[in-house]
Antibody
Framework: QVTLTESGPALVRPTQTLTLTCSFS??????????VDWIRQPPGKALEWLGR???????FYSPYLKTRLTISKDTSKNQVVLRMTNVGPLDTATYYC???????????WGQGTLVTVSS | DIQMTQSPLSLSASVGDSVTITCRPS??????LNWYQQKPGRAPNLLVY???FLQTGVPSRFSGSGSGTDFTLTISSLQPEDFATYFC?????????FGQGTKLEIK
């Protein structure tokens, strides 16, 4: 059974660094072809793809956030970590992680974690 | 970036109706097109992948079609649980962009 769970702070101050963890089970990021995405959704708005990490530790980032994002993995812990520097109010959103399948579709999602950026 | 244009952005229909949502990428994406359903307060749920393949467990009243730059999601015989927001996503090239979403409401 595949599950993903996002965790991290609910409130972050402007200019701080946000760190979110995606803990998963039912698959391994050391298996060929396995990938995990981060996606976010501001309240009432559309989904925005943030980045991806794959089984070979290759990373892909949104060009709009590339300078602020770092995605890493800890295969032994079955975790993927998203780090976003210098957050601002526009980073207020629900952040999701998802498992990526063969055609790039997200077949399993975490429940999401709402992060509010406010002083 | 590949821009994904969904239409309509909102749609009002009745139980039993058939509806079609369109997604047009700004460049060809072959068949790397996915559809998701999202209900308020919930994570998106995969409906269709690779343009026309129904995800396991998704009712057969949902269907996807298209290729290149023109894709559609059709829901036949709408059920009460289908009233939600629908997003398309291209998985052809990073960044893997989403459409703006189509909110399907009960008439």
């Amino acid at each position: 059974q595949v599950t993903l769970t996002e965790s991290g702070p609910a409130l972050v101050r402007p200019t701080q660094t946000l760190t979110l963890t995606c803990s998963f089970s039912g698959f391994s990021l050391s298996t060929t072809g396995v990938r995990v995405d981060w996606i976010r959704q501001p309240p009432g708005k559309a989904l925005e793809w943030l980045g991806r990490i794959d089984w070979e530790d290759d990373k892909f980032y949104s060009p709009y956030l590339k300078t602020r994002l770092t995605i890493s993995k800890d295969t032994s812990k079955n975790q993927v970590v998203l780090r976003m520097t210098n957050v601002g109010p526009l980073d207020t959103a629900t952040y999701y992680c998802s498992r990526i399948r063969r055609f790039g579709e997200s077949d399993y999602w975490g429940q999401g974690t709402l992060v509010t950026v406010s002083s | 970036d590949i821009q994904m244009t969904q239409s309509p952005l909102s749609l009002s229909a009745s139980v039993g109706d058939s509806v079609t949502i369109t997604c047009r990428p700004s460049q060809t994406i072959n068949n790397y097109l996915n559809w998701y359903q999202q209900k308020p307060g919930r994570a998106p749920n995969l409906l269709v992948y690779a343009a026309s393949f129904l995800q396991t467990g998704v009712p057969s009243r949902f269907s996807g079609s298209g290729s290149g730059t023109d894709f559609t999601l059709t829901i036949s015989s709408l059920q009460p649980e289908d009233f939600a927001t629908y997003f398309c996503q291209q998985s052809f090239d990073a960044p893997y962009t989403f459409g703006q979403g189509t909110k399907l409401e009960i008439k």
